[in-house]
Nanobody
Framework: VQLQASGGGLVQAGESLRLSCAAS????????IGWYRQGPRNERIVVAR???????TYADSAKGRFTISGEFAHDTAYLQMNALKPEDTGVYYC???????????????WGQGTQVTVSS
């Protein structure tokens, strides 16, 4: 299973970006997809998370500005980021909780990071 993240870039404060995360490989089911941002100590901090049941979780900083959505039947999720602020700058990682159809194992998978830079 692989995750491919895309959509990062350089924007000015107040503008928008849409991140995409596409899963591929031996996928039986996706239980949840989330977006994380790399913190100052290289930790990954949750920005938004969506479960297959439709439950969403947002970081306080993302509430009201970011929206996570998913097309689980197509193994894809998105993060719409509006009204971006310089403090949103960072590397964003896609994460998914997936049951592998080949092994029947349920694992956490990470995509490569995508850089988001917001200038003031």
């Amino acid at each position: 299973v692989q995750l491919q993240a895309s959509g990062g870039g350089l924007v000015q404060a107040g503008e928008s970006l849409r991140l995409s995360c596409a899963a591929s490989g031996d996928i039986f089911s996706i239980h949840a997809i989330g977006w994380y941002r790399q913190g100052p100590r290289n930790e990954r901090i949750v920005v938004a998370r969506l479960t297959s049941g439709g439950s969403t979780t947002y970081a306080d900083s993302a509430k009201g500005r970011f929206t996570i959505s998913g097309e689980f039947a197509h193994d894809t999720a998105y993060l719409q980021m509006n009204a971006l602020k310089p403090e949103d700058t960072g590397v964003y990682y896609c994460n998914a909780d997936i049951t592998d159809s080949d092994t029947d194992y349920r694992n956490d998978y990470w995509g490569q990071g995508t850089q988001v830079t917001v200038s003031s």
